[in-house]
Nanobody, 127 residues
Framework: QVQLVESGGGLVQAGGSLRLSCAASGRTFSRYVMGWFRQAPGKEREFVATISWSGGFTYYSDSVKGRFTISRDNAKNTVYLQMNSLKPEDTAVYYC????????????????????WGQGTQVTVSS
């Protein structure tokens, strides 16, 4: 099993930056595909980004491509989401999620494929 804890959320002005972190427990983190999702009030959970366990494969939603960067440090059992050029529409609770995958090239964009989730961290972007 993997336990996930997000941090790094907060209030930022439009155009600003934040870096979210997701710390994972468990010895097999290095074989987990990791993803970031977000959910705004009254809206469905939305895929943001995902990264393979090797770190060599990433995929982003169109809404964040070019502004957000997902990365991971397997030695620290941590995945990151660097968010630049933030917009008010990025306001949401951000969740990290993990799933074990056998191949170094695997990544996962659908929330229902992830069995492990963090508690979420609030990101608020003011205009």
């Amino acid at each position: 099993q993997v336990q996930l804890v997000e941090s790094g959320g907060g209030l930022v002005q439009a155009g600003g930056s934040l870096r979210l972190s997701c710390a994972a427990s468990g010895r097999t983190f290095s074989r987990y595909v990791m993803g970031w999702f977000r959910q705004a009030p009254g809206k469905e959970r939305e895929f943001v980004a995902t990264i393979s366990w090797s770190g060599g494969f990433t995929y982003y939603s169109d809404s964040v491509k070019g502004r957000f960067t997902i990365s991971r440090d397997n030695a620290k059992n941590t995945v990151y989401l660097q968010m630049n050029s933030l917009k008010p529409e990025d306001t949401a609770v951000y969740y990290c999620a993990g799933v074990f995958k056998p191949r170094a090239s695997d990544y996962v964009t659908m929330w229902y494929e992830y069995p492990y989730w963090g508690q979420g961290t609030q990101v608020t972007v003011s205009s």
